[in-house]
């Protein structure tokens, strides 16, 4: 206690000065902030807020055991029951085959195929031509092209029309005028290759035909060394008439 009269003995006036003059500064801030209390927040709102009561927390809720034992006695475990089939599955009998002696025969059916009906393809042409070399006794030193026109049945068909070409020029020959076939007309041919159509439709071209052919040919019948000679050759050219 003494030392502490001593120390305050020991402050000097300057000292007094600046501690008086904190505590002074002190005193204004708190009444400050009294009066802005008082007055700038006379609203009441901190006032409100102030007199909130806290929130209460809820409690927890208390577990209550659903069974109590008697003091002594021991959990028992509840055992969980077993599972059983509504249904039991029977499998089915089966079937004990007859022995191969006592089985009747029987034949096996077999469904019978119909063949798809197929189209006929029509004709590229209405005349199809072939064509055929005359042997030395059928030539007997003749140059020509025999040419036929004929039904599906064989039949010569009088009046038609055939054109025979060459690279120099061309022919129109009409059947009928032979008496050997009313399809038949013919034509002499010289040097070089020709071709033959039938004018009336739609008609192969047979050819090149020509009776330049270096090679003498004798004929066994009457002895003629050059019934098929160079430039002696003939031919039979047949057009069937297909449409």
């Known amino acids: 206690m003494k030392s502490l009269k001593r120390e305050i003995a020991a ?15 002190v005193n204004m801030v708190v009444l400050g902030g009294l009066v802005w209390l008082l007055t700038v927040q006379s609203s009441g709102q901190i006032f409100r807020v102030l007199a909130q009561a806290p929130a209460t927390r809820t409690p ?7 069974a109590t034992l008697e003091p002594g006695a021991t959990p028992l475990s509840t055992l969980v029951p077993t599972w059983t089939p509504s249904i039991t599955y029977t499998p089915e009998p089966t079937n004990t085959p007859e022995p191969a002696s006592t089985l009747p025969f029987r034949t096996p059916i077999r469904a019978t195929e119909t063949p798809l009906a197929t189209d006929t393809p029509t004709p590229e042409f209405d005349y199809i031509g072939s064509i055929r070399q005359l042997t030395p006794c059928e030539n007997a030193g003749k140059h020509h092209i025999f ?8 039949n010569g068909i009088p009046g038609m029309k055939m054109k025979v070409s060459w690279p120099s020029g061309e022919a129109t020959l009409t059947t009928g005028t032979k008496i ?3 399809g038949l007309a013919d034509f ?7 071709f033959i159509e039938v004018l009336d439709g739609v008609s192969q071209v047979v050819g090149p035909i020509t009776p330049d052919i270096p090679l003498n040919e004798l004929c066994p019948e009457t002895g003629n060394g050059v019934a098929n000679s160079l430039y002696h050759y003939s031919y039979e050219v047949i057009f069937t008439k297909v449409r």
């Open 11 to 25: 402050i000097t006036d300057q000292q007094w000065t600046v501690l008086l003059s904190l505590l002074t500064l």
């Open 60 to 66: 927890y809720p208390t577990f209550t055991p659903t």
């Open 147 to 154: 040419a036929y026109v004929h039904d599906t049945a064989g």
């Open 180 to 182: 050997e076939d009313p």
């Open 188 to 194: 002499a041919m010289f040097k070089g290759s020709y």
